[in-house]
């Protein structure tokens, strides 16, 4: 019996090592540079915990905390451009976290020259503020939603089961919601693709595009920008007050 | 009523003695003839045109080498326009061409009021033969291109040559017209690289002489100004019109007959007008750009050119901490007002600065820029100036406005509404008063490949699809059951070979235990009711001859023809004649049986 019990403990211990260092062995590396990074910003070794977040992204790997840990690595070592590229970034995946819209808010008030955030009045000012907190996943899922109440609506017309009037009404409000889901989500995917943010400290734009030009004004960090078109090293942006001018591509980043 | 008309002269005499005055206008005298190229036997209109003057003989004219003269008489005008009063006499006469070859009518001279005015020569060209508008014969002779080229023509006139980057250049294109109906002008086009060309968005009508040719003018001003320094070539700008051409039998024909296939398409405004579009280009003109000096620059200057005034307003003075006052910095003159840009503000730490708004009129350009003080401390809003080139002065100017003394108050047990702090509204503020960002996520959450979105996922794509076969494979079973029930024909047809394989089992089973009487029966059976329900036909109509030319004139071959009958008769004699089937003679009717449904099934008769 002792020896039995001994061995159902020794037992114990091989295969809990086993596990553990099974788990271990299994850790992606990326959750590892991500823990370091963690350490690191405790330390107030921000430029060391950027490298460390970016390793993860170099992966080809994105979360919304990690973006939003590097937005505050970055927001610590001063580049509020860099900064707030991130928030932006983790926003499309957690685009209602309430500690990243505080930060989100508060790094952009320290733009230069910022003039708050204006997403339009009327009903399609309301439509944008209701995509903003939405991120893009949720929106499939809730057309994926409408569609399948859709499919259910036909197979329950197809037995006759409910009638061609509730049919036809229930199913013109759902085309209609699911179109209109359909249009912000391209708008959203739209904006990801062609918007980008000032990283440089200001950035000038010019009215053609090259060093010689005339300057037209100044961009500043953090600043967001629609771009335009693009010509060798520079591209053409459109600022919120339909203002547009060439700018360097180093000056800037994509979403 | 004669009260009214009494009313009326006095109020006639009145506007006649308010514009005396008016009458005592510059005088100006001019020559003009209605075409530079004639042929022998026309006629040349000269006209010697008095403006300001109505009360002038008429001049007699000198020997003119090549042309006999003849006076037609005079035509005097006033006109009041916008209450101006203004006067003119022309003097017409006929110019009888004598000899070909080119001729200049020499300058005229007048003495008025102890004043002496004179015209400017006229070259004229006499050739044989006939030409578009010369004089009275114009109207039905033809038009050459070098005709057009006279008649129609536009000239891209830049008011200067050197000009500084960003000065405002004015640009007037002109279109010149004589002896032609145009219409549908469309503004002209002059867009140009290096130059930034204000849009063409308004025109003005007029005659004008030149080189001694009237003309119907068309002017469009604008404004341009340089984007970058060097010797640039201005131009050539495009204008767009129709030219309308009387169409008729009396019409010759023109070089354009031969643009009649290109321009097929044309309609006429008019039925006796015809429209050919044409595209007119003008000249090119070359403007000398150079940067404004660097020597003497203002460290703020910031490619403001023209000549300014600078004015600065703050409101209001008197605020709390975080609240915003608004300046308003007016620059107005005369200049490039787009690229006037705001003045920058150095005020250090002490103001939050946001972004300026720009309103610009046609002589000034407002910039509202909204300030907010940090501090209680703060007692004025220091000096703003704004530097400018002057290209008339041909140096920089520096407006400096002195500091405006605000007071600004601590706030007191308020703490939110500030426009600085408009991200945390509605959330409790910090005690502090000073920010900072939350801190960082101990999780990595859900990780996930880049850019990788649900909608691009293939399991989510499949989900999507699912539903959607199920739906069409409902929509499908629900319409053949439907037909079963509706469609008898339907419904048989596609029940038979289900029948007929049971009718082959249970015909098999009887072949196996050797029972023809049986065997025989259920082939009869399976057969008749296979084509039954196959043809939809009552089963007592099943006849061997029925099928025989059902069948035949669907196309079935007369060997399965054959087929069935024998099987159909040797089932009769088994049933109805006492005779005796051995094994292999059901298995040789059993094997054809299988093979005559195969047959029908698969030709799908």
């Known amino acids: 019996m002792k020896l039995n019990l001994k061995f159902q403990g020794f037992l114990t211990v091989i295969i809990l090592s086993l596990l553990s260092g099974n788990l271990l062995a299994k850790e992606p590396p990326a959750k590892t540079n991500f823990y370091r990074g963690n350490i690191l910003y405790e330390k107030g070794k921000y430029e060391e915990a950027i490298q460390e977040y970016e390793a993860v992204l170099s992966r080809g790997l994105e979360s919304g905390p990690l973006y939003y840990n590097l937005g505050n690595a970055y927001f610590k070592a001063n580049l509020l451009g860099k900064a707030l590229l991130n928030y932006e970034k983790a926003l499309r995946l957690m685009p209602r976290d309430n500690d990243l819209l505080s930060n989100y808010t508060y790094a952009r008030s320290l733009i230069k020259f910022s003039s708050g955030q204006d997403q339009g009045r009327g009903f399609a000012g309301f439509l944008k503020r209701c995509l903003a907190r939405v991120s893009v996943d949720e929106l499939s899922l809730i057309l994926a939603v409408i569609y399948y109440a859709f499919i259910i609506l036909i197979v329950l017309s197809i037995y006759w089961i409910i009638s061609k009037r509730t049919v036809s009404s229930a199913g013109s409000a759902l085309i209609v919601l699911f179109f209109l889901l359909l249009a912000g989500l391209i708008a959203k995917n739209r904006q990801y693709d062609n918007e980008g943010l000032i990283i440089a400290g200001e950035a000038p734009a010019y009215y053609e595009p090259h060093q010689e030009a005339t300057l037209h004004f100044n961009l500043f960090e953090g600043m967001k920008v629609k771009i335009i078109q693009c010509k060798n090293s520079w591209c053409k942006i459109e600022t919120r007050d339909k203002k547009s001018g060439w700018i360097s591509k180093n000056d800037f980043e994509l979403f | 009523m004669k009260k009214f008309y009494s009313f009326l002269c006095l109020f006639w005499c009145g506007l006649y003695l308010l514009n005396v005055p008016c009458f005592a206008q510059e005088i100006s005298f001019a020559a003009s003839v209605n075409t530079s190229k004639v042929s022998l036997g026309s006629v040349v209109e000269l006209n010697l045109d008095f403006t300001g003057a109505s009360n002038i003989a008429a001049p007699k004219l000198p020997e003119i080498e090549g042309f006999d003269s003849r006076y037609l008489g005079p035509a005097s005008s006033i006109s009041i326009i916008n209450g101006k009063t203004s006067s003119s006499i022309t003097h017409m006469y006929h110019l009888i061409p004598l000899k070909t070859g080119v001729f200049t009518i020499p300058s005229f001279s007048i003495d008025y009021k102890n004043k002496s005015y004179s015209t400017e020569p006229i070259t004229i060209e006499v050739i044989k033969g006939s030409v578009r508008g010369s004089g009275s014969g114009a109207e039905s002779s033809v038009i050459s291109s070098e005709d057009l080229k006279n008649s129609i023509f536009l000239r891209l006139e830049v008011d200067k040559k050197i000009v500084y980057v960003n000065e405002l250049i004015p640009v007037r294109l002109k279109l010149y017209i004589k002896d032609l109906s145009v219409g549908e002008v469309e503004y002209p086009d002059l867009n140009q690289e290096g130059f930034l060309v204000e849009p063409f968005d308004n025109y003005e009508k007029y005659r004008d002489v030149l080189n001694g040719v009237y003309y119907d003018v068309v002017e469009f001003p604008s404004t341009a100004f340089a984007l970058r320094p060097g010797e640039l070539l201005m131009g050539p700008a495009r204008l767009k019109c129709n030219l309308l051409l009387q169409r008729g039998p009396s019409r010759r024909r023109s070089p354009f007959d031969d643009m009649d ?54 409101d209001p003075k008197e605020v709390t901490v975080g609240d915003p006052i608004t300046l308003r910095m007016i620059v107005s003159g005369r200049g490039n007002f787009k690229t006037v840009n705001p003045p920058e503000l150095e005020f250090g730490d002490s103001f939050k600065i946001y972004a300026p708004k720009a309103e610009q009129t046609e002589n000034s350009k407002m910039f509202e820029q909204v300030i907010i003080p940090k501090s209680e401390n703060i007692s004025q809003i220091p000096s703003i100036s704004f530097s400018f080139f002057d290209p008339e002065k041909e140096s920089y100017q520096t407006i400096t406005k002195p500091p405006i003394p605000i007071t600004v108050r601590k706030p007191e047990g308020r703490d939110k509404g500030r426009i600085d702090d408009y991200s945390i509204i509605g959330r409790p503020q910090e005690p502090s008063g000073q920010r900072d960002i939350i801190f960082i996520k101990e999780k990595i959450g859900d990780l996930r490949k880049q850019g990788a979105v649900l909608y691009t996922n293939p399991i989510f794509i499949i989900f999507q699809l699912i539903p959607l076969f199920v739906v069409i494979a409902l929509f499908f079973y629900v319409q053949k059951i439907r037909r079963l029930r509706t469609d008898p024909r339907y419904a048989r047809r596609l029940q038979a070979p289900a029948k007929a394989k049971k009718g082959l089992e249970e015909a098999y089973l009887c072949l196996r235990s050797n029972d023809a009487k049986k065997f025989f029966n259920s082939v009869s059976r399976t057969m008749l009711r296979y084509f039954s329900d196959k043809l939809h036909l009552p089963i007592g109509s099943v006849t061997s001859e029925s099928l025989n030319e059902i069948l035949a004139k669907r196309g079935v071959s007369e060997g399965v023809l054959e087929s069935i009958a024998e099987i159909l008769a040797k089932c009769d004699m088994a049933r109805f004649a006492p005779l005796d089937f051995s094994r292999k003679d059901m298995e040789y009717v059993y094997k054809n049986m299988r093979e005559i449904i195969d047959h029908i099934e698969r030709r799908r008769i």
């Open chain 2, 261 to 314: 296939s290109f321009f097929s398409g044309f309609d006429s405004i008019f039925e006796r007008y015809q429209r050919y579009p044409l595209e007119i280009v003008s000249n090119e003109s070359a403007v000398f750009v150079k940067e404004p000096p660097a020597a003497g620059r203002p460290r703020d200057f910031n490619q403001s050119l023209g000549r300014y005034t600078f004015s600065l307003q703050a």
